[in-house]
């Protein structure tokens, strides 16, 4: 008898061990299943059909929308020297008094911010050609390096359009509407595409040096996204700084993608990822990025309920709220008082 119970504990603790494995197995499953961009690391192409809608991982801060008070506010500031002055003369008093002729005793100012009427300036280029009396050949005056046809765009709008194409990422199409609509300017979407062309050429210098400041700012954020180019896959990689953003497009997400960027490998300073493993043998000083730590605390609040999660979450919004604000650095009570709150 003594040797049956002992059987039946001993096959009952292996069932309880059994379900413990499998109900720790179902939540992870369960976790995983609830998974999306606001939780975890996933893109947010991964969320499908049943993508959730949009949510702030910041806090209500209950105050009012819009000023706060104390807050100093941005006043456009006359300037002394405007570019038109139209003055406006006194005629009549409103009791029918005729002013034209007495003298003005002061004068308001008020000033008008505005666009100049948009319209290309075209300017000619007289290039004398004279016959040379000793050999007879016609030498014709050199023109600016920039003039090499008998019409052409200048350098400042074409630069426009390629700003507008690629830095607002306006399509090709709408910049020759607004070129035509503004300019009266009818533009080609290859004549676009030929200035980006030249600028990106012009601009190797400026990106070789931003290479080159990257590897050695203090702290370094990268980062890695797919996008469609020409029909096909391809990953765009970058390295940032407040001040620095270096991109650029490779076929490989991994590695190799990481290494034609040229900036991950190489980094002195800190360097700022998400959890992506790829990053993470890069550099012997690396932190995550603040925005995927909160997605991961979420996780655990939602998931698991701890309390400590969501605390760390208000813990590290109201920090990034605090150095925002600030205009000089933390003292070291300051510091000591945010480790002890840590």
């Not at 590695?255 to 043998?281: K, M, N, Q």
Request: charged share 25%.
């Amino acid at each position: 008898m003594t040797q049956k119970v002992s059987l039946l504990i001993t096959q009952l603790r292996e069932k309880e061990a059994l379900l413990a494995e499998k109900e720790s197995r179902i939540k992870e499953l369960e976790r995983q299943i609830k998974k999306n961009s606001q939780n975890s690391s996933k893109p947010p192409s991964s969320d499908g059909v049943r993508k959730p809608a949009p949510k702030s991982l910041r806090t209500p801060s209950g105050k009012k929308p819009g000023g706060q008070p104390g807050h100093k506010g941005d006043t456009l500031l006359a300037v002394e020297t405007p570019d038109t002055v139209v003055n406006l003369p006194v005629t009549r008093c409103s009791c029918g008094e005729d002013l034209s002729l007495l003298p003005v005793t002061e004068h308001e100012r008020r000033q008008v911010f505005d666009l100049p009427l948009p319209r290309l300036e075209v300017t000619e280029y007289c290039l004398d050609n004279v016959c040379c009396p000793a050999c007879q050949k016609v030498i014709v005056a050199p023109a600016p390096p920039d003039v090499t046809a008998p019409t052409q765009y200048g350098l400042r709008f074409l630069s426009y359009l390629a700003y507008l194409h690629q830095d607002q990422g306006i399509p090709l199409g709408r910049v020759c509407q607004i070129s035509s609509d503004l300019f009266g300017a009818v533009v080609s979407e290859g004549t676009i595409l030929q200035a980006c062309q030249r600028l990106d050429q012009q601009l190797a210098t400026f990106v070789d040096h931003t290479r080159e400041l990257l590897k050695i700012s203090p702290v370094v954020h990268v980062d890695e996204t797919s996008l469609r180019v020409d029909g096909r896959n391809a990953w765009c990689h970058v390295a940032s700084t407040p001040r620095l953003t270096l991109l650029a497009l490779h076929e490989k997400r991994g590695r190799e993608g990481i290494d034609a960027l040229g900036v991950a490998p190489h980094v002195t300073g800190t360097l700022v990822s998400d959890f992506w493993g790829a990053y993470l043998s890069l550099s012997p000083k690396h932190a995550f990025c603040n925005a995927h730590i909160l997605r991961e605390l979420k996780a655990i609040s939602e998931f698991d309920r701890h309390r400590w999660a969501s605390e760390m979450a208000s813990f590290l919004l109201d920090l990034k709220e605090k150095t925002a604000s600030r205009t000089s650095p933390a003292s070291e009570v300051e510091r000591q008082e945010i480790l002890g709150r840590f």
